[in-house]
Each structure stands twice: as structure tokens, then as C-alpha cells.
């Protein structure tokens, strides 16, 4: 199976989400010292960069399909 380059995107971005709850865990278990208004603008961005690239992901697939559906009229 090959993925896509916006398949990659995509999972560094979950990835990314995962990364934030590790040091949401690890800042109330006192490792870190973070705040926590940084840790939900990171979210919040990652969130917003994500849904962008899963858009133009649902864009690069429908492309194809109504390329090839005007090509047929």
C-alpha cells in the first residue's frame, strides 16, 4: 500500500495530538512545568492544521473523480 504525501501530513498532525496529551499527563504529574493555556493553543493549532490538510486531502481525491466525470459530458 502506498500512501500519499498528505497521508504523511496527516499522521504527523495525529501524532502531534498525541504528543500534546503526553505533556497535558506529564504536566500534572509535575514533570514538566507547562502551562496550560500554551498547551491548549498548541492543540487548537495542530487541530486547525490538521483539518486543513484532511480538506485538501478530500479535495486532491474528489478532484480526480469530477475530472473524470466532466470528461465524460
Known amino acids: 500500500m502506498k500512501l500519499h504525501w498528505l497521508n ?7 501524532g502531534l495530538f498525541w504528543v500534546i496529551i503526553y505533556f497535558g499527563i506529564f504536566k500534572i504529574l509535575g514533570y514538566y512545568h507547562v502551562e496550560w493555556a500554551t498547551l491548549f493553543q498548541w492543540w487548537w493549532w495542530n487541530f ?7 480538506f485538501i486531502h478530500f479535495i486532491a481525491i474528489n478532484k480526480k473523480k ?3 466525470y466532466n470528461e465524460k459530458k
Open 66 to 68: 469530477f475530472s473524470h
Open 48 to 54: 486547525f492544521a490538521y483539518l486543513y490538510i484532511a
Open 8 to 14: 504523511y501530513w496527516m499522521m504527523f498532525h495525529s
